[in-house]
């Protein structure tokens, strides 16, 4: 019995969003798109690479819910390592979060919610191993 990637998981849950396009990356897995953008993609191996503005990215990474991206960690662009299905619903919820910003559909306290919210991201202490 074959195992399916965590990043076609992810790809599989948020193509059924309403406008959204699922394209093969350029450097293999999946780009997510909406009206025109890409709302992120997902490499086969389980990243996942988000465009959030800087604001968002600098939060994000601050609360412990995405790490900077590891080629441009002073841009919006964020990335976020599923190690496990238990990581496929915080991916999800990252993707949620920019499609809604995408879609105009954001309100003020959403960020807020998303971070202070642990049902909605996998908690993690931390993804360095025990010293």
Known sequence: ???TDLGERVAGIVKHWD???VRPY????FELRVA?????????GGVADLLMTV??????VAAGRAEPHRTQPHSGWISFR???????PAAVNLF????KRLRGIVQPRSLTFFLTTPRLLADRISDKPAS
């Open 96 to 99: 949620r979060l920019n499609y």
């Open 19 to 21: 406008g959204v396009e």
């Open 1 to 3: 019995m074959g195992t």
């Open 82 to 88: 599923m190690r496990s299905e238990h990581d496929v």
């Open 26 to 29: 350029r450097f293999g897995g």
């Open 55 to 60: 604001r968002m990215r600098r939060d994000l």
């Open 36 to 44: 025109h953008r890409e709302i992120g993609h997902v490499h086969l």
